[in-house]
């Protein structure tokens, strides 16, 4: 009886002191406004213009235009993206500025005589040149939600062209490592193909140049003016099949978010032709009916159920997902509980699922490191999420030196061959073909979530593939686990994506025992192929009303407020 008190109260002194060791770290706290993004200077310059009053859509132009200028690793004018807003008086929406085939492309364009894909024929140079959506994203997100003149949006970023931006230690390696390919993809010497050191200062008086006759002339000077004129005979006497007139029919479209429900959370996140929101609808109402919480964070069983329920949306994203304008789509079916229900209904704990014995889910259709994200919320309550990108780092490493910026290399997310891998290992069927005119599929999932229909958090990252699967465990380290925002962002990450059939997983972040238990249920790990997943910037709204940033440690990503 003595024996059994002290043990009882031993284990209340070890219960308590573990509870009193548990300190969580926060991320900023803002108590009005705050912008998460890749650089401290785009997270300035958009969170001034919401001190200046403008609003959420304003904030959003003017940080995408800053990230051009000062982190031309994935931020852009030369490339697209996608952004989903929710309102201060809950309306949602969000906008695709994806990047689109040229009227010259076709089905095979990246195959040899005798039917394999040509290396780098889609990811380096003129020929992987997607039509580039951004600005006309942002002239569209301006017109209808903004409220500032566009000239006060875009005169920040110009500044910042001129005066430069100051190089860090992030950005240096990144330098130094793509600085062989800038030099055999561009015939004339680019600014950033020089020996550049942490804290030297980088000008880009090109590009403030194209920026400044965009703000007097408008998206159309992008579009059909000057700018499209020399961005067409660049693109072409590089050898890519990129004209004006691609330019001159390039369109931006609003579409209809993916909502759906997580316990009480309501997440509302991107449509096709991203992969994003019905990927991520998947994999967490598979998930719903088990019990994470309970089982706890990383523990073998939250990492099993998980990665089963990634290995069949994957499955499912490879065949089914694609362009919404030029195929179809049977969404409502994707994300209805039963289907997921009985797609998950050969799993075990026992063993691991094979990817082979996986394929695409049967349903009757009548007719499938880089980019960067950003998340802002405006002191009138409205919310964004947007991620954009030029797809590798640094695009194509093609950059027009006359207009200052990188051109993307999106054609890469068309499947360039059914079941021939793209440069982030994703399959892809007939749904994603190449056609002229189409928008190659994404996985970028910029996610806005509501609790008790109040706003509870914004956030996306890039990470190709592994987008879809770093959004959905910030989301459930938050909602599941308990954790800040920022310990939510800076959990270690893993990811599956059926094929190939391996949980990558971020290295010597794991527990060794709980790696070998996986093996042993027929897991295989990776820990080689990514030395970060993603890099996920969030803003979390607290019980005060507050807003706390989380701004991911894996970059240069800082949280600005006030
Ligand atoms: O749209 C997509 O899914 C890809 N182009 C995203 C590329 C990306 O995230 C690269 N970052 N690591």
Redo the contacts with the bound molecule.
Sequence with gaps: MIKYFLSCILTCFLFSCKQAEKTSTRGLISKQAMVVSARAEASKIGSDILKKGGNAFDAMCATQLALAVAYPY?GNIGGGGFMVYRKANGDIGSIDF?EKAPLAATKDMYLNENGDVIPEKSTLGAMAVGVPGTVAGIFEVHEKLGSLPIKDIINPSIALAYNGVTVTKKQEETIKKYRPLFSKVNKEAIPLDKAWKENDVIKYPALAKTLERISQNGKDEFYKGKTSKILAKFIQENGGILTEKDLAGYEAKWREPIVFTYDDLKIISIAPP???GIALAQIMKMLEPFHLDEYGHHSLKTIQAITEAERRAYADRSFYLGDPDFIKIPVETLIKEDYLSGRMADFSFEKATLSSDVSHGNIQIIES????HYSIIDQFGNAIAC?T?????YGSKLYCAELGFFL?N?M??FSSKPGVPNM?GLIGAEANSILPEKR?????TPTIVEKNNKLFMTLG???????ITSVMQTILNVHEFDMTMQEAVDAPRFHHQWLPDEIRMEPNLFDRNLIKQLENLGYSINEKDAPVI?KVDGILVLDDNTYEGGADYRGDDTAVGF
Excluded: H, K, Q, V
Excluded at 389 to 393: D, E, H, P
Excluded at 440 to 444: D, E, G, I, Y
Excluded at 461 to 467: E, K, L
């Design positions: 994935a994806r991203s992969s994003g490191n880089e980019t960067t991620t990108t030029i797809n590798g780092a993307n999106e890469d997310d982030f190659m599929l994404s996985s970028m990252t890039p990470g190709g593939s592994t987008i993603g």
